[in-house]
Each structure stands twice: as structure tokens, then as C-alpha cells.
């Protein structure tokens, strides 16, 4: 048995009720290949027996009175809304009491009037993926005929609006919306959307046996970019840009999270995401058979940590494999992160993009470290500003009355 190492942080575990499987077909999703991992099982999909046990197992693992249930997918409205009722009637059998939260992420368009009554009455926070205006969206999102989504989306969004259900965005930068960075961020804010997540594109693709499939850290450094990567350049300029309007206009009122985790970087408080954090591996994924991943990027048999059915959620969570994988994040920096006046901004991000070498050779830097380094950079004197006025109790979004003598000082 492995051995469990205290309770010192938290656990979460992404449950993927259908698996891979989505009614749309996007064209960089890294979800959709997973399905070859399960060719031999008919029926994937969760059973309301797994769901029991991992409710129960999920709960009883937690060492804070708050808990939060995340869904994802694949298309998580696949599965009909009885058996999201079931799984609220389980959250509150096994509960005691305790604060139990819900969030989804969905891609919008199966939403109807049913599905945001019980998101209302149920308070679940719904994530949207949308890649913002049509042409950006429309370009890579589409059905698996190749049909365009974006207008189904939006009435999803809508709907959402009218049964106020709180809702977030979460969009994908591609090579073609990292050059229109204003209009991407506008649509958002145009659209009443508060919260706003968004994630580069890095893919790697390999050949194996099979066919060809997204390269994991075991694959080779060579392994070519997909075509929709953002370079680090575009990446840089899509930060800095949307930053600078952010800066002056939002900052309180519309939460972007990658802005939200370097201020916590700044000040030093973990940020609210693994990515940008010193260690991984406190959000692990289980599949609809039982499966548990270290994380939803890196489900591959080698970041197998067991089964439900073989192993406690508390075991493979806090077990000496995920351990590793969490520890290893930090220890496999090479030499030019670790010399790096930024590392603490971004801890070398997210393990999956570190496939380049350093000025020293070594492997293990991250791809787009050229766009973080423009963007830290451009942002520091704001985050600066920013950390005082937290440390001191005051609100950061003060920084905004204070912009035009910050970009004096800098010159």
C-alpha cells in the first residue's frame, strides 16, 4: 500500500461522468483521442453505483468543511439531468452537513430551459467554452460534420442569463484569435461575462502504432507543434494587450484568472489554478470506468494512479506516485528557470509545455517562456502597485487611478 503523506493540502478530482465523449468535434481538443484508452468498453459511461462510491469516497477524503464537485467532459450534458439529480441526492446523503459546491463545464449548446432550472435551484456554477466572437469560435469549434456552434452557444449563454445561473467563460487561444486581442477580450466583457479563463494552445503530436496521438513528457522533444499553437511571441503580445485594458478599465470588476494568479504569485499566496503554481498534482481526473489520472493533461497510462474499485481516492491522491508527479514539477526546472528573476511568477507553468532546452542545454524549459518573460515584464511595476495596496488593505483595483503615474516612473 502506498504510503499517505499528511493532509496537508487540498484534493480534487475532475469527474468525466462520459468520458471523451462530446457532440462537437473541435479541432485541437486533447480530450477526444482519450476514447482509445477504453476501445474495449461498451458502455462509457459512469454507472450510479461508481457515482455513489466516489461521492462518498470524495467527501469523506476532504479535510475542509467546503467541497467542491467539478464536471467535466468530453460533453458532460450527454448524460441526462436525472442523473445529476442522483448525484445532488448523494451529495447531500453523504454530506453531514458539510458545504458542497457544484461547477460544470460544458460547451453550451445542449442547454435548454430544464437543465438551467436545475442549475438555478441547485446554485451550480457553469463553465462555457467559447473562443469569443463568431469567426474566432466558428474557425476551430465545430460539430463533427463541421458545422458551425457559435450561435448555439450563445443561446446557451443566453438561457444561462435569463434563469440567472452564474456562469464563466473559458476560451482557448489558438493561432488565429492570439492576433486580435482586444476584439477577443471585448466580446467577453460586451457579454456580461465576470470571470473569464483562457488557456494557450500547445499541442505536440507523435506517431505510435496505433496512429498518431498528442506527445506526452515521455515523448521526444522533437515532436512537431500542432498548427493551431500560439508561438510564444503572439502570446506575449495577446498578454501584455489584453493586460494593458484590463489594467485601466476592469481590474475588480472582471476577474481574469491568469491576472488574478500572478498577483497571488506576486504577494505570495498560491494561486488558484496548478499551473502557475510551485507544485501540481492536488487535482487528479477519474474516468467514467474508475480510472484516476494525475491530472486532466496527462491522461496517459503512465500517470495511471489506480482504480476506485482497487485503490481509496485518498490513497491515490496523496499516494507516493502522486507525490512524485507533484514534487516534480518544481525539482525538474532546468538551470536557466531556476536563475530566472521570474520564476516565482509562473514556477515554469504547466509541465505538459516544457519540452524545450535551456541556454545551458538542458531540457525542461517551457515553450512559451520568451511570451511570460515579455508579459512579466510589461506587467511588473502594475503588480507591484498592486501587492502594496493588498498588503496594506486596500482594494488593488486602485491601481487604476494610478496607471498614467506608474508609465511615468517607468519611462
Known amino acids: 500500500m502506498a504510503t499517505i503523506s499528511p493532509f496537508a493540502r487540498p484534493l480534487y478530482v475532475m469527474l468525466k461522468p462520459v468520458g471523451a465523449a462530446c457532440n462537437l468535434r473541435c479541432e485541437y481538443c486533447y480530450y477526444l483521442e482519450k476514447s482509445n484508452l477504453y476501445k474495449d468498453t461498451q458502455k462509457r459511461v459512469l454507472t450510479e453505483e461508481m457515482l455513489e462510491q466516489f461521492t462518498r469516497e470524495y467527501i469523506e477524503a476532504q479535510t475542509s468543511p467546503d467541497i467542491l ?4 467532459g468530453g460533453e458532460p450534458l450527454i448524460r441526462p439531468l436525472s442523473f445529476y439529480r442522483k448525484a445532488v441526492e448523494l451529495q447531500r446523503k453523504y454530506g453531514a452537513g458539510r458545504r458542497i459546491s457544484n461547477s460544470i463545464q460544458t460547451n453550451g449548446t445542449l442547454l435548454n430551459d430544464e437543465w438551467c432550472r ?3 435551484e441547485n446554485n451550480w456554477l457553469v463553465g ?5 466572437p463568431r469567426e474566432f469560435h466558428d474557425e476551430f469549434r465545430r460539430t463533427a460534420s463541421g458545422g458551425q456552434t457559435w450561435q448555439k452557444v450563445m443561446h446557451g449563454i443566453r438561457l444561462l442569463k435569463r434563469h440567472g445561473v452564474e456562469w464563466n467563460a473559458m476560451a482557448v487561444v489558438n493561432d488565429f484569435n492570439a492576433d486580435y486581442p482586444l476584439d477577443f477580450y471585448h ?4 457579454n456580461g461575462c465576470q470571470y473569464l479563463q483562457f488557456t494557450p494552445i500547445v499541442e505536440r503530436t507523435v506517431n505510435h ?3 498518431r496521438h498528442l506527445a506526452t513528457l515521455t515523448d521526444a522533444a522533437d515532436a512537431p507543434l500542432s498548427d493551431m499553437s500560439v508561438t510564444p511571441e503572439q502570446w506575449g503580445r495577446f498578454l501584455c494587450t489584453i493586460f494593458d485594458e484590463w489594467v485601466r478599465h476592469d481590474v475588480g470588476k472582471i476577474y481574469v484568472e491568469l491576472f488574478d494568479c500572478m498577483l497571488a504569485n506576486w504577494v505570495g499566496v498560491t494561486p488558484g489554478i496548478c499551473m ?3 507544485e501540481c498534482g492536488h487535482a487528479g481526473v477519474m ?3 474508475g480510472d484516476v489520472y494525475s491530472c486532466d493533461h496527462f491522461v496517459f497510462p503512465e500517470y495511471r494512479l489506480g482504480n476506485i474499485r482497487e485503490k481509496t481516492i485518498t490513497e491515490m491522491l496523496y499516494g507516493e506516485q502522486q507525490q512524485h508527479f507533484s514534487e516534480l514539477k518544481h525539482k525538474s526546472l532546468p538551470q536557466e528557470c531556476k536563475e530566472c528573476r521570474w520564476e516565482f511568477a509562473c514556477h515554469g507553468e504547466c509541465p505538459k509545455n516544457r519540452f524545450v532546452n535551456d541556454c545551458y542545454g538542458n531540457p525542461g524549459k517551457n515553450y512559451l517562456c520568451r511570451g511570460y518573460r515579455q508579459f512579466f515584464e510589461h506587467v511588473a511595476p502594475y503588480m507591484e502597485f498592486m501587492k502594496n495596496e493588498y498588503l496594506n488593505q486596500r482594494p488593488p483595483a486602485n491601481v487604476m487611478d494610478r496607471v498614467e503615474e506608474i508609465e511615468r516612473q517607468r519611462g
Open 128 to 132: 462555457i467554452s467559447i473562443d469569443g
Open 287 to 289: 474516468e467514467f470506468n
Open 118 to 120: 436545475f442549475l438555478r
Open 276 to 278: 502557475y503554481a510551485k
Open 69 to 72: 464537485f467539478t464536471w467535466h
Open 187 to 190: 466580446f467577453f466583457k460586451e
Open 209 to 211: 502504432a496505433d496512429g
